[in-house]
């Protein structure tokens, strides 16, 4: 049954019978016959096929559900279990928003890696908005996000501080300019996080007690990653807010310059995110781990 579970949790991911197949080593009638034998043992179609297609039921929604929550308490287990014989080891599933993954948690990790060399880590990246949606689907068991949207089944633990700068390249006119108005910032070709980010969000609610809307703004371009963002800077007159860690060498290298705004300072703290009451002993460690390099009282 455990495997037969597993065959079910795999195609209904992939929504295919001949990817599962590649991705558990076996033939495609073998996936057949035990999402068969699932749907003779429960009487009910768990997917719908049509042609090539395929997509869960009501009954197949359910059991994926269901089949999460399995595979979640076996990895407890698993870790659970190594740790009485004094070996952590396991499967640890994180998520980070793309600002995170890409310049806070790579250190942690191999840090993390250094300690504990048997547990496995897999990393999702994505926007805020991806990243809270994967732990509400179980298919991660923590994340580190840069914003929150208080979602009441999520906890939100602050993690770092933030801040978020107006930036242009060096090219730029406004390069040897200290101070802007918040008039002029309106004049200017901005770029922005695509819609879902935490960033934009932030930007957005630190923009709205001064009485500006992000429709007031001169927006040329929406896109879905910092590098994106200061590569576009690189090669434009146009000026963004970035994370300050994000831009460290480029600061050092006199290759971007911040702009102050009167009146404006956009400040955010990164958050640690799990489900309410359901954070397991693995994600436990890490959280200590994180707790402990950054002296954090959590």
Same mark, same amino acid.
């Given at each position: &049954?455990?495997?037969?579970?597993?065959?079910?949790? $795999?195609?209904?991911?992939?929504?295919?019978? @001949?990817?599962?197949?590649?991705?558990?080593?076996?033939?495609?009638? %073998?996936?057949?016959?035990?999402?068969?034998?699932?749907?003779?043992?429960?009487?009910?179609?768990?997917?719908?096929?049509? !042609?090539?297609?395929?997509?869960?039921?009501? %009954?197949?929604?359910?059991?994926?559900?269901?089949?999460?929550?399995?595979?979640?308490?076996?990895?407890?287990?698993?870790?659970? &279990?190594?740790?009485?014989? *004094?070996?952590?080891?396991?499967?640890?599933?994180? !998520?980070?928003? =793309? $600002?995170?993954?890409?310049?806070?948690?790579?250190?942690?990790? /191999?840090?993390?890696?250094?300690?504990?060399?048997?547990?496995?880590?897999?990393?999702?990246?994505?926007?805020?908005?991806?990243?809270?949606?994967?732990?509400?689907?179980?298919?991660?068991?923590?994340?580190?996000?840069?914003?929150? $949207?208080?979602?009441? =089944?999520?906890?939100? @633990?602050?993690?770092?501080?933030?801040?978020?700068?107006?930036?242009?390249?060096?090219?730029?006119?406004?390069?040897?300019?200290?101070?802007?108005?918040?008039?002029?910032?309106?004049?200017?070709?901005?770029?922005?996080?695509?819609?879902?980010?935490? $960033?934009?969000?932030?930007?957005?609610? /630190?923009?709205?007690?001064?009485?500006?809307?992000?429709?007031?703004?001169?927006?040329? #371009?929406?896109?879905?990653? @910092?590098?994106?963002?200061?590569?576009?800077? #690189?090669?434009?007159?146009?000026?963004?807010?970035?994370?300050?860690?994000?831009?460290?060498?480029?600061?050092?290298? *006199?290759?971007?310059?911040?702009?102050?705004?009167?009146?404006?300072?956009?400040?955010?703290?990164?958050?640690?995110?799990?489900?309410? !009451?359901?954070? *397991?002993?693995?994600?436990?460690?890490?959280?200590?781990?994180?707790?402990?390099?950054?002296?954090?009282?959590?």
């Amino acid at each position: &049954m455990d495997f037969r579970l597993k065959v079910f949790y $795999t195609v209904a991911n992939r929504l295919s019978f @001949t990817k599962a197949a590649a991705e558990l080593f076996i033939t495609q009638p %073998a996936i057949s016959k035990h999402i068969q034998e699932l749907e003779d043992y429960y009487k009910i179609k768990l997917f719908e096929r049509n !042609g090539a297609k395929i997509s869960l039921t009501k %009954a197949g929604v359910v059991l994926l559900e269901h089949t999460k929550s399995i595979f979640g308490i076996y990895r407890e287990i698993d870790f659970d &279990m190594s740790t009485l014989i *004094n070996q952590q080891s396991g499967i640890l599933r994180l !998520g980070a928003s =793309t $600002t995170i993954s890409q310049y806070i948690i790579p250190p942690i990790l /191999a840090r993390f890696h250094q300690k504990l060399q048997d547990i496995k880590v897999s990393l999702r990246n994505g926007n805020t908005e991806q990243i809270e949606n994967a732990l509400i689907n179980k298919e991660i068991e923590i994340g580190i996000v840069e914003g929150q $949207t208080k979602n009441t =089944t999520i906890k939100y @633990t602050e993690f770092l501080k933030d801040e978020l700068v107006l930036v242009c390249n060096r090219t730029n006119p406004l390069f040897s300019k200290e101070k802007i108005t918040l008039k002029e910032l309106q004049s200017l070709s901005l770029v922005l996080r695509e819609q879902g980010s935490g $960033t934009l969000e932030v930007i957005e609610y /630190a923009l709205k007690p001064l009485g500006i809307n992000l429709s007031q703004l001169n927006i040329e #371009m929406q896109l879905g990653s @910092t590098e994106s963002i200061k590569s576009y800077l #690189m090669n434009s007159n146009c000026v963004a807010f970035i994370s300050i860690h994000a831009i460290e060498k480029e600061l050092k290298n *006199n290759e971007l310059v911040i702009i102050d705004v009167d009146n404006l300072i956009i400040e955010r703290y990164f958050y640690i995110i799990s489900l309410h !009451g359901k954070t *397991n002993a693995l994600s436990e460690l890490f959280i200590k781990n994180i707790v402990n390099h950054y002296n954090l009282k959590l």
